[in-house]
């Protein structure tokens, strides 16, 4: 069972962000991709995407279709599905997920040396008495 916060569930990750595209489909992958050691419901899979059900139905047929997700058991009366990490597609979704990773991560460096640099630029200057 997805066991997420509210706050989890609507927030905006680097992926979403960078693509800049509110599309449920991407939603879905990316939570997916965020939890691909682990098998959820259609339930807990919408809940973690942060859209409802009803949106999660409408664009499942895609992800079955194209191979993108697999189900993986049976827990009662509800099918677990997991991210297909064998469909080519899948791996390269997850490529540009570490993509725009390191992407933001480098930029966060250079934003950090850059500040560090005119910190220490504002130290090493001479005070008026």
Request: hydrophobic share 35%; charged share 30%.
């Amino acid at each position: 069972m997805y066991q997420g916060t509210l706050a989890e569930d609507h927030e905006e990750t680097l992926f979403l962000r960078t693509l800049g595209i509110k599309s449920p489909l991407l939603r879905i992958l990316d939570f997916l991709m965020d939890n691909k050691a682990y098998d959820y419901s259609k339930t807990d899979m919408a809940k973690g995407a942060g859209i409802s059900r009803t949106t999660l139905s409408s664009n499942w047929e895609h992800l079955e279709k194209n191979g993108l997700v697999s189900e993986t058991r049976m827990v009662g009366r509800a099918k677990m599905y997991k991210l297909n990490l064998k469909s080519p597609v899948v791996q390269k979704f997850i490529e540009l997920d570490s993509a725009i990773c390191e992407l933001h991560a480098s930029r966060l460096e250079r934003e950090e040396r850059l500040k560090g640099q005119q910190d220490n630029k504002a130290g090493m200057q001479p005070l008026l008495a």
